[in-house]
């Protein structure tokens, strides 16, 4: 039997998500009544569990471990150049999409994998929906839209993300898959006063209602190559910015 522990949970209207983390014995041990007991810990994968009561969900293909209870499920076209990142292999292509809908009463359950989730909600408000990062999207709940956002500078369709990314409007909860846990996850608010630079692969969502450009961090092909930096965000206006910092510094500690 597969033995978890909790980590994040959130309900939302007619549907609750969990992450669970898988975990593996360690160390065996008698109790004072002569019982053998268990020592766990966490084995770095985890998985998410979608219950639903009222709601549905849309869940990245091949994502889909196993469901239990009056579960129905469908295969659904997203809006015409939306993607998931399991459907299309390369960002920018405009070809449309497939989700997996299910609704029903039950829980559904994901593959496990060694990648962390942040559960999320949006208001549904103007302003609140979401642009995500090519490979960010895992889940939502089925009162959300998955579109996709087009960065219209010249230098956006030369970035790593492509001319295009996920977008998410509309009212409910969803998951993210992040190359970091949620612990490391910085959040900034912008004012409307104030700006943020930053390289996009650190860039895990943010807020449609910002204005983004991508471009070299410096003018001039010169000053560029003087820099080493590539392309970067420049972010301005009122919104939220999610932003992984800690994932270069992990990355590199695996070479």
Not at 52 to 61: A, Q, T
Not at 67 to 91: C, D, M, P, W, Y
Not at 202 to 227: F, I
Request: proline share 3%.
């Amino acid at each position: 039997m597969t033995h978890m522990q909790l980590v994040q949970e959130q309900k939302g209207d007619g549907i609750t998500f969990r992450v669970h983390a898988l975990t593996h014995v360690t160390r065996y041990s008698a109790s004072a009544s002569g019982e053998l007991e268990e020592t766990r810990q966490m084995d770095g994968r985890f998985t998410v569990e979608a219950q639903l009561h009222g709601s549905g969900v849309l869940i990245e293909p091949g994502a889909f471990q196993y469901s239990h209870g009056n579960i129905q499920a469908k295969v659904e076209q997203q809006a015409k150049g939306g993607f998931l990142s399991r459907a299309i292999a390369t960002a920018g292509t405009g070809e449309s999409a497939f989700a997996t809908r299910f609704t029903g009463q039950g829980k559904v359950w994901t593959e496990p994998t060694r990648k962390h989730f942040i559960i999320a909600e949006s208001s549904g408000a103007k302003g609140d929906d979401m642009i995500l990062d090519d490979k960010a999207f895992y889940m939502a709940q089925d009162t959300m839209q998955l579109g996709t956002h087009t960065h219209n500078s010249i230098a956006g369709a030369l970035s790593g993300n492509g001319l295009r990314q996920p977008k998410l409007s509309g009212k409910g909860i969803f998951v993210v898959e992040s190359p970091v846990p949620v612990s490391e996850v910085e959040v900034i608010e912008l004012s409307g006063n104030d700006s943020l630079i930053v390289d996009g692969d650190l860039m895990l969502m943010y807020s449609a209602s910002l204005n983004v450009e991508l471009r070299p961090l410096v003018r001039g092909l010169r000053n560029a190559m003087r820099s080493g930096e590539g392309l970067v965000f420049m972010i301005s206006g009122q919104g939220t910015v999610f932003l992984t910092p800690t994932h270069r510094n992990l990355s590199a500690a695996t070479l």
